[in-house]
């Protein structure tokens, strides 16, 4: 068994007795400034603990083959219809999808760029098959030409007014007219205008009364409208709600359409007006027509992380558009690359990398409109985008996480003139690199020992100045008494 005495034998830290040390001013100075120095090394250390390291290496991007890019946007445009626009995606590899809606919603705006109703055609416009009659059959005028000043007079007059705006160059329009113009003769033999009163058939020529189309948002020819007499006039100067025909366009299927809509208004309509019978019919082929010109094109695509494009534009296979009428001009809300970071996320990445983020989103809330005049007609809005991929990881326990990422963009824009119909154009281009940002985790165990070597190393240094001090002014006082050593 061991003893006391040689346990003591290894204390490094003797005693000395109280009597024989001694206090001096120096002394007590010197402990004070020691101990501010401890705290405020503590302070600094601390601090340098708290604070993020990260290394910032540019390498090849690591995404893996075949991985999807997501391209979220917000996009109002004041004088493109909802009924047309189209978003389309094509890319370098071939890749070309038309009229993409399963992702995207679409909503009719007013001229301040406010929603004027609920969400525009969920659902695809159906695919229109027969443009007109097979064969050739000269037939006479069946429909009413209508004017702009006779349109309030045969909308307030008849039950339903149904009417083909067209434009005389136009391929389908000129497809569409003997159909029409026989439907129109059917018709009004079975359903007198005179007598029964409950429909008529009309026609507008848009290249002579633009106001009139303008009036009703028609831009793809032709569009046959509608109009509904009783509740769907609102008082909006005299502006009628009304429906898009979206079916066939042979003789017998707008024979049989027209036969649906008379059917639910009884003869004597004048009393029943305000009666809404049109639940029975076929919403296949019947949509409401925009109420404005203006529409919000809202939602994400997924498209290859190779260069591309993302087209919005005025499109339709069964209609035709006069580009120089066509105005692509448009306000953007949101567009951005990469999945959406939350809240949390975003506070995260300012705290890894404070300059991370703030071109994320370099389109937001800036406006590329054109005043429709002659200089201005025929024009395609391109936006040039460059996005590069930042990839924020750690290191723990030797091994790499992936926190999150995010993709940054420049963006040139440029007005140019075409001879096709306008678009608005965004082309991608992803860089092959990545910015790659690695946080350094600090141990804890080297903290303690900072914290241990700066205690030690003070109360060291403070002790060796101390005795410098008490030596030198014993020399002193020795030197003044005459005393020799």
Not at 91 to 109: A, H, P, Q, W, Y
Not at 324 to 330: A, D, G, K, T
């Amino acid at each position: 068994m061991i003893s006391s005495s040689k346990l003591k034998a290894v204390d490094f830290y003797r005693k000395i007795p109280r009597d024989l040390t001694e206090a001096s001013l120096s002394g007590a100075g010197l402990s004070i400034i020691a101990a501010l120095s401890m705290v405020f090394l503590f302070g600094m250390e601390l601090n340098d603990y708290m604070t993020v390291n990260t290394s910032t290496a540019v390498v090849v991007d690591r995404s893996p083959d075949g991985e999807f890019l997501r391209i979220d946007f917000n996009i109002s445009f004041p004088s493109l219809s909802c009924e047309f626009a189209s978003v389309d995606v094509s890319d370098i590899l071939g890749t070309n999808r038309l009229n993409i809606t399963k992702t995207i919603r679409k909503f009719s705006i007013d001229p301040n760029l406010k929603p004027t109703g609920s969400e525009y055609h969920p659902g695809p416009i159906p695919t229109v098959s027969k443009h007109g009659d097979d064969f050739e059959e000269e037939s006479g005028d069946g429909s009413v030409l209508i004017t702009t000043a006779s349109f309030d007079q045969y909308a307030h007059q008849y039950a339903i007014l149904a009417v083909n705006f067209y434009a005389p160059w136009c391929y389908w329009s000129n497809r569409l007219r003997p159909a029409w113009e026989r439907t129109a003769k059917i018709i009004r033999e079975r359903y007198d205008p005179e007598v029964d009163g409950r429909i008529l058939m009309g026609k507008v020529d848009c290249t002579e009364q633009i106001n009139l189309c303008r009036r009703h948002h028609i831009q793809g020819y032709p569009s046959i409208r509608i109009f509904r007499k009783g509740s769907d006039v609102r008082e909006d100067h005299g502006h009628h709600e009304h429906e898009s025909y979206y079916g066939e366009r042979d003789t017998d299927s707008l024979v049989a359409a027209m036969e649906t809509l008379v059917a639910s208004i009884p003869k004597v309509f004048r009393e029943l007006a305000l009666e809404d019978k049109s639940e029975a019919q076929n919403d296949s082929v019947k949509r409401p027509a925009p109420s404005t010109s203006g529409c919000r094109v809202e939602g994400f695509v997924r498209v290859k992380k190779v260069p591309g494009n993302l087209i919005i534009s005025a499109r339709s296979g069964a209609h035709s558009f006069d580009a120089s009428l066509m105005n692509v001009s448009h306000v953007i809300s949101h567009f951005s690359f990469g999945k959406k970071l939350s809240l949390r996320m975003h506070s995260e990445m300012k705290r890894l990398t404070p300059l991370l983020g703030g071109s994320h989103d370099r389109l937001a809330d800036k406006s590329y409109i054109i005043s429709h005049d002659d200089n201005k007609a025929n024009v395609t809005i391109e936006h040039y985008l460059q996005l590069v991929k930042t990839e924020i990881v750690t290191r723990k326990s030797s091994k790499e996480l992936k926190l999150f990422e995010e993709y940054e963009y420049t963006a040139h824009s440029s007005l140019v003139h075409s001879l096709d119909i306008p678009v608005s154009k965004f082309h991608f281009e992803p860089s092959p690199m990545q910015v790659l940002v690695t946080e350094i985790p600090k141990s804890f165990s080297h903290f303690i020992t900072n914290l241990c070597a700066i205690t030690g190393g003070v109360f060291t240094v403070a002790g060796i100045l101390d005795s410098i001090l008490h030596n030198t002014m014993r020399i002193v006082k020795k030197v003044e008494l005459g005393k020799q050593f």
